[in-house]
DNA sequence: GTTTATCCGATTGTCGACAATATTAGGCAT
DNA sequence: ATGCCTAATATTGTCGACAATCGGATAAAC
């Protein structure tokens, strides 16, 4: 297939249609963020081919801009890149995700004793209201909007703590577990516990006790790993994916 | 400068000079080996800047190889890529520098309780034997050859832990702060003391005791982030770099 | 003397073309 | 049908050329 054929040649000159409202902007931005975005959002399946071709169309970028993304991306633990076989988006085993979480717990342990020491009014006035929020759309039985703000939760401590390291490590592991994450969600009854959980973390911190804190994070992942321990052996049997 | 003015064009085609020998090819990977390893030895200065067409000529690779090595090490947080600027070595701050080590002392703490409950016999051995060969460079006053048997102590323990997922990031973690590593080496009197906590931890893991292997190791690591404070704090007035 | 404007060389960004390699499809014998 | 060889196609890898952009130097203005 001739990739020049018909489309019009997507103008690479100037007067990109997204101007970067960001600083951050890394070599092939656009078509990494996109890509990434594609992935974890489960628009791909695990092992599926990434064509480069197909993808520059897609995503209306040059072929090496997809190129550089993708070598991104392995990097990043999301595709896998073979040589000369191009790329794959990378299978986690459920072992693997269970490695996955184990070190995020013991990243999140870490970061709330930072965040415990770090925390203001201001700080703890986001939490509540966040986890006002949480309860507002646990009775309107959103599960998937409340999935959304538990994620907007712990990067709040994160901010908070104000470790960069570690908080860049939680993000690139969580992306890479996000598949497991949206099924462990759906556990029956979890969400009410979860937030309980979050909120006797937001008491612990409010008090700044950084062993409190720690405690009621741990507490709080350790259900986590059980929920995903429970959601790997109930769903081997059946392995569901997003819909497209 | 024109590049391809009088050097040969380096023969793209078949018969790679280095046949490849291990499976985990990526693409540009002998680009991005040598480079890294160039960074992570010191031979560039942090924020120096990275000419592709310089490195390009150095390392004996096509500009586009250079480029994907240098995405995937900007990824890495071994160098910076600022669009339309060029890539630079990253500069890692004192306080990053003691971000990383942090989180390295976590992800080990959590390492080695898994190399407990792992170690076989035969491990075991081999430990031993790292251990004697380090008390014999330590007895010939080789500070140098001390720190690379160090090196492959920790790297002994991952393996044997068999954490993929935490040995991966821990390896990325010690290229980063490489550059520090080598200054914490030359503490006065640290060797001997560093022999003895490895000791302790090996009669630890011969024990099976995730909780006094992981004490032993914690014990270990708090020294080497002491060390990095110290050395921080002396060097902060005289900052010095490796000898090209 | 300091600031501002303009130019020039150096460097990065992108494309198109082609070579090298993998993957598929079809034909043939068994 | 099944397996194997060969040809056709699809896809990735690499280069060279050029455009876009940056940094510094020089010149002009105040």
Redesign the pocket.
């Known amino acids: 297939?001739k990739?020049?054929a018909g489309a019009p040649?997507?103008?690479?000159?100037?007067a990109g249609p997204a101007p970067k409202p960001d600083g951050t902007a890394e070599?092939?931005a656009e078509a990494y963020l996109k890509l990434r975005n594609e992935i974890v959002s489960g628009r791909f399946h695990p092992n599926e081919?990434?064509?480069?071709?197909?993808l520059a169309r897609l995503l209306g970028?040059?072929?090496?801009?997809i190129?550089?993304a993708l070598v991104r991306l392995d990097q990043e633990g999301l595709v896998v890149?073979?040589?000369?076989?191009?790329?794959r988006v990378r299978l986690v085993s459920d072992r693997e995700a269970l490695e996955i979480e184990e070190v995020r717990v013991i990243l999140e342990q870490m970061i709330i004793r930072h965040a415990a020491l770090r925390v203001t009014a201001a700080d703890l006035r986001d939490l509540r209201r966040s986890l006002s929020e949480m309860r507002e759309r646990l009775r309107q039985g959103n599960p998937l909007g409340y999935s959304e703000l538990n994620a907007e939760f712990h990067q709040r401590i994160w901010t908070i703590a104000d470790h960069g390291t570690a908080g860049r490590l939680l993000a690139n592991l969580k992306s890479q577990s996000i598949r497991f994450q949206f099924r462990t969600i759906l556990r029956p009854g979890r969400t009410e516990r979860s937030l309980q959980e979050h909120e006797q973390i937001v008491e612990a911190l409010a008090s700044r006790d950084p062993d409190a804190s720690e405690a009621a994070m741990r507490q709080h992942l350790s259900q986590v790993v059980q929920t995903l321990q429970w959601a790997i052996d109930v769903q081997r049997h059946q392995p569901i994916w997003l819909p497209r």
């Open positions: 297939m990739t020049s040649p997507v103008r690479q000159t100037t070599r092939g081919r990434l064509v480069e071709a197909d970028a040059g072929r090496n801009a190129r550089a890149l073979e040589p000369n076989r191009g790329a």
